[in-house]
């Protein structure tokens, strides 16, 4: 059994497309039909998906498009890019730097200790609040 791997394009619009991946092997199985009227049973190739769907997502920006390109066969990419155009649609999301939403380890050990120092169990709302407070204030220990 040799299976063979289908890719569809699924839901493309001018700002994004869905790439359905299956893994797939045919097999011929003999059904009864009418043929001349008279019932005689004749071969039909029939489809089978081995495991799952596989779907990838690509926006219609510069990376995206990279990625496309690199990622999916000549044929898929020729097709997307048929109705995507020659200018990308969707701007490439920007990024700061210096943002960060979660503490370091630094700052959660140095939490921690100084939870555990003031009499505290080391754990719960006061250890937490002390951390978000150093994030909002920049500090690098609590």
Known sequence: METIT????????????????REVYYTTEKVPQLVEDEWKEVD??????????????????????AMLAEREPEEIVAEVMEVWGDAPTVEEPKFD?????????EQRVSAIEENLAN???????DVWSEMALAIEEGVDEV
Not at 44 to 65: D, F, L, P, T, W
Not at 97 to 105: M, N, Q, V
Not at 119 to 125: D, K
């Open 6 to 21: 289908k890719k569809t394009v699924t839901s493309l619009t001018s700002e994004s497309v869905s790439i359905l991946t």
């Open 44 to 65: 039909v190739e029939k489809e089978v998906q081995v495991g799952s769907n596989h779907r990838c997502a690509y926006s219609n920006s510069e990376s995206g498009r």
């Open 97 to 105: 730097e210096d943002y960060t939403t979660e503490p370091t380890l």
């Open 119 to 125: 009499g505290g169990s080391g754990t719960g709302e």
